[in-house]
């Protein structure tokens, strides 16, 4: 007897997956439920392709347009990646959903006041001080550069508000890239970047005071500088630890809740 040989599925192939109709109402969240649904039980994984628009609504039992709102979601929060055309970067792909996605999400709801100013800066702690601890084990040359340089140009003299908040978050975020553990790192930068306007405008709220509150700024970045170039990563958790909470005691947040 003759013997035929399998041939492995390529990657680009869509997943064998048990979509199942859904109700008309509120249909495209129903497909976002499905596709959230699958990917948390692995069946659809990092490079998998989506069944295309027409496929997915006959699947689903949907119009196509609730299918092609329910994708647009899906890729405003970095969940998947659309491309047109043939090829392998064609059609509907699950991807890795990027910082970006995840710092815009967050921006916006701390944006809205949907976490109040003492929750963010409970989580900011939490965070930046595994970031800092992370940091004085791992950071290399490079690491200690990206720090070193936005330390430099916070002393620039004649530095404006914006431009002094910039750096400030540069330093911040370089810290969470020297952690060496990238999901750590990810949601410290989100977190971190979410609080860039509301930083900025309490900086500007001060007025000519802002200097004064920037000069301790500046001390206490270098202070946890010192800290991760020497490697003591418990110092360096409790200098951020102080850092974060002092400053936020002394800029005049707006109001949240």
């Keep these: 007897m003759q013997m035929t040989e399998r041939v492995a599925p390529a990657v680009e192939d869509a997943p064998e997956a048990p979509w199942h109709p859904v109700t008309r109402s509120r249909s495209h969240e129903l497909v976002l439920d499905q596709i959230e649904e699958q990917i948390l039980a692995g069946t659809l994984r990092v490079g998998d392709r989506l069944p295309g628009e027409r496929d997915l609504a006959g699947h689903l039992q949907v119009s196509r347009s609730a299918v092609r709102e329910a994708i647009r979601g ?41 976490f ?11 965070l930046e001080r595994s970031s800092a601890a992370l940091a004085a084990d791992h950071a290399g040359e490079d690491d200690l550069d990206a720090m070193r340089a936005a330390l430099d ?41 979410s609080m860039r306007r509301p930083i900025l405008h309490a900086l500007e709220a001060l007025g000519p ?49």
Aim: without cysteine.
């Design 74 to 114: 899906l890729e405003a929060q970095g969940v998947v990646r659309s491309g047109v055309g043939s090829g392998k970067d064609a059609g509907t792909i699950v991807s890795a959903m990027p910082s970006e996605a995840l710092t815009r999400l967050l921006r916006l709801h701390v944006a809205l006041s949907n």
């Design 116 to 126: 109040p100013l003492p929750d963010v800066v409970d989580a900011r702690v939490m």
């Design 153 to 193: 140009g916070m002393d620039s003299a004649g530095i404006g508000a914006e431009r002094f908040n910039d750096l400030d978050t540069a330093f911040h975020v370089a810290i969470a890239e020297a952690s060496g553990n990238r999901l750590v790192a990810d949601m410290t930068i989100a977190l971190r970047d």
């Design 209 to 257: 005071d802002w200097e004064g509150v920037a000069d301790q700024l500046r001390k206490d970045h270098r202070a946890i500088f010192a800290a991760i170039e020497s490697g003591d990563g418990a110092l360096a958790a409790d200098r951020v630890d102080q850092h974060i909470r002092s400053a936020h005691a002394v800029l005049p947040f707006a109001t949240h809740g």
